[in-house]
């Protein structure tokens, strides 16, 4: 959080969104390995995943129902391209070849610290452990002797599960369009954005993925979310380490080819 908080201006990406439009930023191997990290889901999604989404997303505030107006995303719009984020591995820099981009880590980060703890566990010698920073959980092990049950909320009914789940050491990341969000002339407005538009992703309700790497896990459920049914489904069944459950607008259920019965 102190390195990666977009509303501490003191951390690390601060001083990038700051700085790196007029020239080359030094930062630390570990921001560095995670904006790696997010590019190179950024071209395996073809865009759909984009960390510089904030260059518009940062004109939203759901607490206080404010969303930007189709001139304000005509003109922020061409800021959002992760094309445009330069990262030189040789001196450790990170640079923005557009003026008045923004990053934010928010659809990857909580995965990345998760992995980290998991980590952390494991190396003091735990050996079943669960790590849940909101909709984003690591497993290390079983649970004594069992499978961990892992309940997906349900998006529309809040104390209700809408599938439960048995996992053992492996990860798993929900994305939903009711975490944050406001509604205005029945149009709901949440904190998943499309790059291509600048408006929120209104294609399915609820993602989740499940794989090894609590990373890759969380910034695939924010992907597929953008991407929708039947994208999402096609990128998942591509890559043979992730399965996903996903929600549609109807409240089906839709599941990737490795969790078909
Ligand atoms: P998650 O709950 O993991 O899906 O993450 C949602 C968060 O990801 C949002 O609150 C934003 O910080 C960030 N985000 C929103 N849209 C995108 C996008 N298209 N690509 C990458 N990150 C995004
Ligand atoms: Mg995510």
Not at 29 to 44: G, N, V, W, Y
Not at 119 to 125: Q, Y
Not at 147 to 162: C, D, N, Q, S
Request: glycine share 8%; charged share 20%.
């Amino acid at each position: 959080d102190q390195q990666m908080s977009p509303y501490k201006t003191q951390s690390e990406l601060s001083l990038v969104n700051r700085e790196a439009a007029n020239k080359a930023v030094v930062i630390s191997a570990e921001l560095f390995d995670l904006l790696t990290t997010a590019q190179h889901i950024a071209k395996l999604s073809d865009g759909a995943f984009d960390i510089t989404y904030a260059s518009i997303g940062y004109q939203y505030n759901y607490r206080d129902k404010i969303r930007p107006n189709t001139s304000l995303i005509t003109k922020a719009l061409p800021a959002v391209d992760y094309r445009a984020i330069d990262l030189n591995k040789a001196q450790l820099t990170v640079r923005f070849t557009h003026q008045g981009m923004k990053i934010d880590l928010g659809g990857i980060a909580k995965g990345y610290a998760v992995k980290r703890c998991l980590a952390l566990l494991e190396k003091a010698g735990v050996k079943h452990a669960l790590v849940s920073a909101g909709g984003d959980t690591g497993l290390l092990g079983d649970k004594h002797g069992r499978a961990w049950l892992v309940g997906i909320k349900h998006p529309r009914a809040e104390h209700k599960t809408a599938v439960h789940i048995p996992l053992e050491n492996e990860a798993i990341s929900t994305s939903g369009d009711y975490e944050r969000y406001f509604i205005d002339d029945g149009v709901r407005y949440h904190h998943i954005i499309n790059p291509e538009t600048g408006d929120s992703a209104r294609k399915v309700v609820s993602v989740s993925v499940i794989g090894n790497d609590p990373t890759y896990v969380d910034a695939l459920s924010t992907t597929v979310f953008v991407k929708g049914l039947k994208e999402g489904l096609t990128l998942i069944n591509a890559l043979p380490e992730f399965e996903a459950i996903i929600i549609d607008n109807q409240q089906g259920l839709h599941y990737s080819q490795g969790l078909q019965p």
